[in-house]
Protein backbone atom coordinates (compact mmCIF):
# COMPACT_ATOMS: atom_id res chain seq x y z
CA UNK A 1 0.00 0.00 0.00
CA UNK A 2 1.56 3.59 -1.05
CA UNK A 3 -0.70 5.89 0.57
CA UNK A 4 1.00 9.00 -0.69
CA UNK A 5 1.86 8.22 -4.19
CA UNK A 6 -2.15 7.40 -4.33
CA UNK A 7 -3.05 10.79 -2.94
CA UNK A 8 -1.18 12.45 -5.93
CA UNK A 9 -2.44 10.35 -8.17
CA UNK A 10 -6.03 11.44 -6.98
CA UNK A 11 -5.01 15.10 -7.13
CA UNK A 12 -4.06 14.94 -10.70
CA UNK A 13 -7.30 12.84 -11.57
CA UNK A 14 -9.18 15.57 -9.60
CA UNK A 15 -7.53 18.55 -11.78
CA UNK A 16 -7.40 16.69 -15.19
CA UNK A 17 -11.61 15.99 -14.47
CA UNK A 18 -12.42 19.44 -12.54
CA UNK A 19 -9.99 21.39 -15.53
CA UNK A 20 -11.55 19.60 -18.38
CA UNK A 21 -14.97 19.18 -16.88
CA UNK A 22 -14.71 23.38 -16.35
CA UNK A 23 -13.43 23.93 -20.01
CA UNK A 24 -15.26 21.51 -21.72
CA UNK A 25 -18.83 22.91 -20.17
CA UNK A 26 -17.69 26.67 -21.17
CA UNK A 27 -16.63 25.78 -24.17
CA UNK A 28 -19.83 24.03 -24.90
CA UNK A 29 -21.96 27.46 -24.23
CA UNK A 30 -19.71 29.53 -26.96
CA UNK A 31 -21.73 30.32 -30.04
CA UNK A 32 -17.98 29.81 -32.12
CA UNK A 33 -17.23 27.36 -33.85
CA UNK A 34 -13.58 27.09 -33.14
CA UNK A 35 -13.75 27.19 -29.49
CA UNK A 36 -16.26 24.20 -29.50
CA UNK A 37 -13.77 22.12 -31.69
CA UNK A 38 -11.13 23.05 -29.25
CA UNK A 39 -13.48 21.95 -26.19
CA UNK A 40 -13.71 18.84 -27.75
CA UNK A 41 -9.94 18.40 -28.12
CA UNK A 42 -9.80 19.37 -24.27
CA UNK A 43 -11.91 17.15 -23.47
CA UNK A 44 -10.92 14.03 -25.48
CA UNK A 45 -7.39 14.84 -23.81
CA UNK A 46 -8.39 15.10 -20.25
CA UNK A 47 -10.64 12.40 -19.82
CA UNK A 48 -7.79 9.47 -20.54
CA UNK A 49 -5.65 11.03 -18.29
CA UNK A 50 -8.39 11.57 -15.37
CA UNK A 51 -9.05 7.77 -16.09
CA UNK A 52 -5.27 6.95 -15.83
CA UNK A 53 -4.23 8.71 -13.00
CA UNK A 54 -7.70 7.16 -11.07
CA UNK A 55 -6.43 3.40 -12.25
CA UNK A 56 -3.20 4.30 -10.88
CA UNK A 57 -3.83 5.99 -7.51
CA UNK A 58 -6.47 2.72 -7.22
CA UNK A 59 -3.29 0.22 -7.91
CA UNK A 60 -0.90 2.24 -5.82
CA UNK A 61 -3.57 2.00 -2.64
CA UNK A 62 -3.74 -1.14 -3.06
CA UNK A 63 -0.19 -2.14 -3.96
CA UNK A 64 -0.57 -3.75 -6.58
CA UNK A 65 2.51 -4.29 -9.11
CA UNK A 66 0.42 -2.47 -12.26
CA UNK A 67 0.16 0.39 -9.84
CA UNK A 68 3.70 0.94 -9.68
CA UNK A 69 3.87 0.34 -13.79
CA UNK A 70 1.27 3.24 -14.50
CA UNK A 71 3.19 5.64 -12.01
CA UNK A 72 6.39 4.78 -13.16
CA UNK A 73 4.84 5.06 -16.58
CA UNK A 74 3.71 8.76 -16.08
CA UNK A 75 6.95 9.14 -14.16
CA UNK A 76 8.60 8.52 -17.20
CA UNK A 77 6.59 10.66 -19.33
CA UNK A 78 6.41 14.16 -17.70
CA UNK A 79 10.28 13.74 -16.58
CA UNK A 80 10.85 16.20 -19.21
CA UNK A 81 8.87 18.94 -17.86
CA UNK A 82 11.13 20.75 -15.93
CA UNK A 83 10.93 22.10 -13.63
CA UNK A 84 7.42 20.38 -11.89
CA UNK A 85 7.43 17.30 -13.61
CA UNK A 86 10.99 16.60 -13.30
CA UNK A 87 10.20 16.68 -9.49
CA UNK A 88 6.90 14.85 -9.35
CA UNK A 89 9.19 11.77 -11.71
CA UNK A 90 11.65 12.07 -9.01
CA UNK A 91 9.20 11.81 -6.36
CA UNK A 92 7.33 8.99 -7.82
CA UNK A 93 10.59 6.75 -8.34
CA UNK A 94 11.23 6.77 -5.00
CA UNK A 95 8.16 5.74 -3.74
CA UNK A 96 7.84 2.96 -6.43
CA UNK A 97 11.40 1.97 -5.72
CA UNK A 98 10.76 0.01 -2.84
CA UNK A 99 9.37 -3.61 -2.29
CA UNK A 100 6.26 -3.26 -0.86
CA UNK A 101 4.35 -3.85 -4.21
CA UNK A 102 1.99 -7.02 -5.01
CA UNK A 103 3.91 -9.29 -7.44
CA UNK A 104 6.55 -7.48 -7.84
Do not use: C
Not at 11 to 29: E, P, R, S, V
Not at 47 to 63: I, K
Amino acid sequence: MNKSLSKLHHLLFLGYAIGGGLIGGLGFFSPQEDTVQLTLFVLAVATPLAAFHFFAASGARQGKAWGKVLSQTFAVLVFLGFPIGTALSIYIFMKTGGGNWEGA
